[in-house]
């Protein structure tokens, strides 16, 4: 059984920073698309952003847009969400997902749909709060 292993939540203070990693050996690999999708309580499900390829264009929401960044560790597979100037609307859990694609749905963003990922993670949660 594949087991995303999810690291790097924590709470933070507005303004500050945090690292999440992503890895599952070649699950994580380029050929798979990995994305970070995040739930806050009484909030529906946003896809924070995604990466397959180191030729692709990462996808982010407007919401991090310039403050979050997605890159790939291709040596050790894993993939890493980087988030500065963090924000108390920021805090949720954030899931790690892998899948063929980044899906961009419309008008809607990321698709964050479970059918979607054939791999989830088990969350890890960020607070952003003085």
Known sequence: QVQLVESGGGLVQPGGSLRL???AGEITS???AVAWIRQAPWKAREGVSCIKSRFGIPYYADSVKGRFTIFRNNFNNTVYLQMD????EDTATYYCAVGRRCLVGGGNG?????HEYDYWGQGTQ???SS
Do not use: F, G, H, R
């Open 30 to 32: 380029e050929q798979n």
């Open 21 to 23: 990693s992503c890895a």
């Open 126 to 128: 960020v607070t952003v």
């Open 110 to 114: 990321l698709v964050t749909a479970d």
């Open 85 to 88: 100037s963090l924000k108390p």
